[in-house]
């Protein structure tokens, strides 16, 4: 019964994950695609857009919010592993105990940060300075973001998720030259 159950919140988060993650991919997309329309605005007919530098920072932010929860989902993140290499089976284990805790208490205190700040621009619709678009709907995918990422963190110290596993990363070497 928990087995299934733990079952079905990993298939959940994996589905919420890849979605937001799919979000990311579209943000990503659009700049491209608004860089290159305003570029050849600009060469063609001296015109570029007016509002591409303040959707490309909104963009840029969207994606690399909603992109969080995949990379931490799938443990691909920078970490800094000297001290947590060099420890043994259960002191390991500790490590990622703690390291999850402090991921889990950094995300919990930046979703109760973010929340005010969310209110504070919708309650005031607050608008971009030159185009004039609205800021709170951008705004809502970082509180989104972080409470899935911070569930993402939540179910892998239950054991919902496995754990990162360092022996399961092998150094990856070169077909052409045989170095890493």
Known sequence: MIKEFNKIIAQGLEKLVLVSAGAAMLSMISI???????????????????ITEEVVGLLLSLSLFLGLPLVTMRSKHVRVSLLA??????????????AL????????????????????????????ETSRILLYPWMAAMPFSLTLTCSVLIARLFGV????DPKDIKPKFSKISGKL
């Open 32 to 50: 491209v695609g608004i860089i290159f329309m305003s570029v050849l605005m600009r060469k063609l007919i001296n015109a570029p857009l007016h």
């Open 85 to 98: 290499d060099q420890l043994k089976d259960q002191w390991h284990l500790g490590i990622q105990i703690m």
């Open 101 to 128: 805790l402090f991921g889990i208490g950094f995300f919990t205190w930046l979703i109760i940060e973010t929340v005010p700040w969310f209110e504070f621009a919708f309650n005031r619709n607050i608008k971009t």
């Open 161 to 164: 998720i496995d754990r990162f």
